[in-house]
Antibody, heavy 124, light 106 residues
Framework: QVQLLQSEAELKKPGSTVKVSCTAS????????ISWVRQAPGRGLEWVGR??????????GKNLKGRVTFTADTDTNPNVAYMELRSLKFEDTAFYYC???????????????WGPGTLVTVSS | EIVLTQSPDTLSLSPGESGTLFCRAS???????VTWYQQRPGQAPRLLIY???YRATGIPARFSGGGSGTDFTLTISRMEPEDFAVYYC????????FGPGTKVDI
């Protein structure tokens, strides 16, 4: 089964940009989408959005659209996906998880496996 | 927009005890699209239950899901030490919506 690896923790200043990577190990993303979910310290899960690399389809959660971009190097490195978040704010401090989407037996998309998370800290 | 609420906020159990977690939706849901995740301290979430009642690969039988309409449950029978975690319900429509979570602690 695929394992997802993520880039290391980042410390950023307000107004700057962060780019987090998610690498599939042991298999490829295949035809699956990659969702990004964030979790502020001590808080719950918030869906940030997703990319379906083979279809070049993107969807966005309600809070970050306009500041977030999802990409994948489908030609050069099809096993790596990226999330870029611009104009960082203090409240963007969170763990950012990537998760592979898969179609369940009940014809719904579920998230799993998950990457270990990347802590993005926004501080002046 | 579908909103999920979970109760209780915290459920205190002892090893060997059983407990039920609740997830309520703001409108009736297709039960095929209700999922539960477990998040242990310091770890990423992992898929637990999908389609309301189907256990994901490797999930022990002490976890069971149920419900329909607007009300869904996750029952943990005979708590093991590794089951102390936060549990999130989630619905998939055109996007992924999570509930606020229930913390199960000792």
């Amino acid at each position: 089964q695929v394992q997802l690896l993520q880039s290391e923790a980042e410390l950023k200043k307000p107004g700057s940009t962060v780019k987090v990577s998610c690498t599939a190990s042991g298999d490829t993303f295949g035809n699956n989408g990659i969702s990004w979910v964030r979790q502020a310290p001590g808080r719950g899960l918030e869906w940030v959005g997703r990319l379906i690399p083979v279809l070049n389809i993107r969807d966005y959660g309600k809070n970050l659209k306009g500041r977030v971009t999802f990409t994948a190097d489908t030609d050069t490195n099809p096993n790596v996906a990226y999330m870029e978040l611009r104009s960082l704010k203090f409240e963007d401090t969170a763990f950012y998880y990537c998760a592979q989407e898969s179609l369940s037996d009940t014809s719904t998309l579920v998230l799993g496996p998950w990457g270990p998370g990347t802590l993005v800290t926004v501080s002046s | 927009e579908i909103v999920l609420t979970q109760s209780p906020d915290t459920l205190s159990l002892s090893p060997g005890e059983s407990g039920t977690l609740f997830c309520r939706a703001s409108q009736s849901l297709n039960s095929n699209y209700v999922t539960w995740y477990q998040q242990r301290p310091g770890q990423a979430p992992r898929l637990l239950i999908y389609g309301t009642s189907y256990r994901a690969t490797g999930i022990p039988a002490r976890f069971s899901g149920g419900g329909s309409g607007t009300d869904f449950t996750l029952t943990i029978s005979r708590m093991e030490p590794e089951d102390f975690a936060v549990y999130y319900c989630q619905h998939y429509g055109s996007s992924f919506t999570f509930g606020p979570g229930t913390k199960v602690d000792i």
